[in-house]
């Protein structure tokens, strides 16, 4: 997290966007801060699956999102992601960046188009236009670099030497293309193609303001004459469209050679909303203290760091807040602003900042806070905003103690990093820990995170795709009965649960792991950690339901796409709702046990590769080798070859765990392979076939104990 307040670059042996190694590793990031007086918090993270929890945090409290995109390989799998977990949140205002114009193949009109051909938006809007060399001769040979920008708003050009210095410099207002012979050399192939440019992005914008339209109504049928409209009666048009999603703004450039970055954080500040544009109505600098902890992380000088964004008023250091979530009370000691890798304490944070907090010491990535004076203030309903929800696990891989003596550090560890990671899940299951997270990359950075910053002596086991069970079976709802002792009398609760596989027009709930838990009305249920209160039943009710949920009484999978409802609880007079935990999961697991083992779920990729014909041949027959399923064969839409003919274009599916086979197989022929998109889909059922073999290796995995 990086907070921009003037001009200059941040060196990257000294300051960096990313706070774990592994980021900055994967990280090709703008550098470069602004001059203007706006005060903005950008949030750096890679876009990859792996760490689709931070991009899904950050998407959580942004106001505005700039995308990036490699304008070599175009829209990719985990571009589709990003913008999917931006729609998920509601993130109003975008920016693209086409990115690296200077490798070889670049192409910013490849890039637009794939863009249009993945209808990420309907109208791209070009802000700039990349100029590849001043030297005709080596544009037209269409040679790998870019030199300069074109800003068609401001009607500027920018040059950039070798040694990163640029020079601005404002194009004349001219009548014909002859005149900017001045500044471009004379049959510079780039000269035609500017003022129809710069008419095209005005002529667009007016389609969603009829203030722009009267004004280009007014001037004479002369494309020239459209450069007449100054920037600054050009911008408020563009900001209002931005808005309003009407359009996709698009800058383009190379960041790692800082060409084209400060025009990325002028336009920032020109387009994207601010926390005023898109506020709720019940934030505003005056409303009560709510703020959102949206990240946690563990530093060894600082502790525990909780990123905050401010929703209503002002937070001030040394103040006493009330977690929702949890229903304890935390203590504030510092609040610090980040600018890259360098903290700067403050005394307050006001309403729409991002901060660190320092002192936190139960609050997890999700939580809701509030000042604990103006606790009467919000009815319960009002009180938590919404939290962010972990990506579902897709691998698993088992965690081995070096010694006896390491298992108790070791466990601590996990939980440590489940705190600053969400998606990271852990279970013991016949006395191994394993630890669930999203993918290859994910488990590795997990590996080295516990040993580097937790000190854990432990060994990976071999990793394993994360399975899940369903029911195929329906069982009614019935009271049933469940007793304890309670102070030496026996407490006997009633609950009545209906079990049911879901339905195909039914979505699960990510809170439950894609089950879906209801109430009496039919109404979802919050996760366990929404309640306002831990005393309310229906908390207890669904922790209860997410501890069965969790382990499968036939084969200890997680259990996935089932439907509970709860249709009656009776709980005695003066009997602690907390009995209702136990009462609702030994309910719910003899319910399970009753309706039978149900149909094993498997994930799956979706792929879609386009090739060379002479290795279509060869990828489909590994493909089906693999357990893969061609779904879809058709040429590609943006893939040609030399000759100007279309790839084949495979739609396809792959279980995971062929996955990893396919794409070290898919690197032997890289050369002929234009592109593969991966993203991890909803789990699918395992035929018979594969289901027995499954069983069978579950039953079969042994683990080597960690006494040995």
Not at 524 to 550: H, T, V
């Amino acid at each position: 997290m990086l907070h921009w307040h003037f001009l200059r670059r941040c060196d990257a042996c000294r300051a960096s966007l990313f706070s774990l190694p592994p980021h900055r590793s994967f990280a090709s990031v703008i550098r470069h801060e602004t001059c203007d007086t706006r005060n903005i918090a950008l949030v750096a993270h890679i876009g990859h699956a792996d760490f689709g929890m931070e991009v899904e945090s950050a998407s959580r409290v942004v106001d505005g999102a700039v995308v990036l995109m490699d304008s070599v390989e175009g829209v990719e799998a985990q571009t589709m992601g990003v913008w999917r977990q931006l729609s998920k949140y509601n993130v109003a205002t975008r920016m693209l960046f086409v990115n690296k114009l200077d490798r070889p193949g670049a192409s910013f009109r490849s890039s637009l188009l794939s863009l249009l051909t993945h209808r990420l938006h309907a109208n791209p809007l070009v802000i700039t236009l990349p100029l590849a060399s001043m030297d005709p001769e080596s544009y037209s040979r269409a040679e790998p670099g870019i030199e300069g920008l074109v800003d068609l708003v401001k009607w500027e050009l920018w040059k950039w030497t070798e040694d990163g210095s640029h020079i601005c410099q404002p194009l004349p207002l001219v009548k014909d293309a002859s005149e900017l012979a001045e500044i471009f050399p004379t049959g510079h192939p780039i000269v035609p193609h500017l003022v129809p440019a710069r008419t095209a992005l005005l002529e667009n914008l007016a389609m969603f303001s009829e203030d722009l339209m009267d004004r280009l109504l007014g001037f004479p049928l002369d494309p020239y004459s459209y450069l007449r409209v100054q920037p600054m009666e050009i911008i408020p048009h563009l900001r209002k469209a931005t808005i309003k999603h009407q359009i996709l703004p698009v800058l383009c450039g190379s960041a790692i050679k800082s060409i084209g970055t400060e025009l990325v954080m002028d336009y920032i500040g020109h387009l994207l909303a601010s926390p005023l544009d898109v506020r709720l109505q019940v934030e505003s600098a005056d409303a009560p203290l709510r703020l959102l902890a949206w990240k946690v992380a563990w530093d060894k000088r600082k502790g525990w760091m909780t990123f905050i964004r401010v929703y209503s008023g002002t937070l001030r250091r040394q103040k006493t807040i009330f977690n929702v979530n949890t229903g304890q009370k935390e203590q504030i000691s510092k609040l610090l602003l980040l600018y890259a890798s360098e903290a700067e304490e403050v005394d307050s944070l006001p309403y729409g900042s991002v901060g660190v907090v320092l002192g936190l010491k139960y609050t997890r990535t999700g939580d809701t806070l509030v000042d604990t004076r103006d606790l009467r203030k919000y009815e319960s309903s009002q009180m938590s905003l919404r939290g962010v929800t972990a990506p579902p696990a897709v691998m698993s891989v088992s965690v081995i103690p070096n010694s006896h003596s390491d298992l108790d550090p070791v466990q601590e560890a996990v939980r440590s990093l489940i705190r600053t990671d969400p998606s990271v899940r852990m279970d013991n299951q016949e006395g191994q820990i394993l630890v669930h997270g999203l993918g290859a990359l994910h488990l590795a950075i997990i590996e080295g995170r516990l040993k580097d910053e937790w000190g854990a002596q432990f060994e990976f086991g071999k990793r394993q795709v994360s399975y899940r069970e369903s029911t195929s079976s329906s069982i009614s709802a019935r009271l049933e009965e469940w007793s304890t002792q309670i102070a030496g009398k026996t407490t006997t609760v009633k609950i009545a649960l209906s079990v049911a596989p879901l339905g195909e027009d039914e979505q699960g709930d990510p809170a439950f792991d894609g089950n879906l838990v209801l109430d009496a009305r039919g109404q979802p249920l919050k996760a366990p950690d929404a309640y306002s209160s831990q005393l309310d039943p229906f908390a207890n009710l669904a922790r209860g339901i997410a501890s069965a949920l969790s382990s499968s009484p036939h084969t200890s999978l997680p259990l996935s796409h089932v439907r509970v409802r709860i249709t009656q609880y009776i709980l005695p007079p003066h009997a602690p709702p907390s009995i209702l935990t136990g009462a609702s999961s030994y309910i719910l697991c003899s319910k399970l046990r009753e309706a039978g083992m149900g149909p094993v779920l498997e994930p799956y990729i979706n792929l879609k590769v386009s090739v060379y014909m002479d290795a279509l041949g060869k990828v489909v027959k590994d493909i089906s080798e693999n357990g893969g399923e061609v779904l879809d064969l058709a040429s590609s839409s943006i893939a040609v070859d030399d000759d100007g003919n279309p790839y084949p274009s495979d739609g396809l599916y792959i279980p995971s765990e062929e996955s990893f086979a396919f794409l070290n197989f898919t690197q032997d022929i890289f050369i002929r392979i234009y592109s593969a998109a991966t993203k991890t889909n909803h789990p699918r059922h395992c035929s018979a076939e594969s289901n027995v073999g499954l069983l069978d290796k579950i039953a079969c995995v042994i683990w080597r104990p960690w006494y040995l």
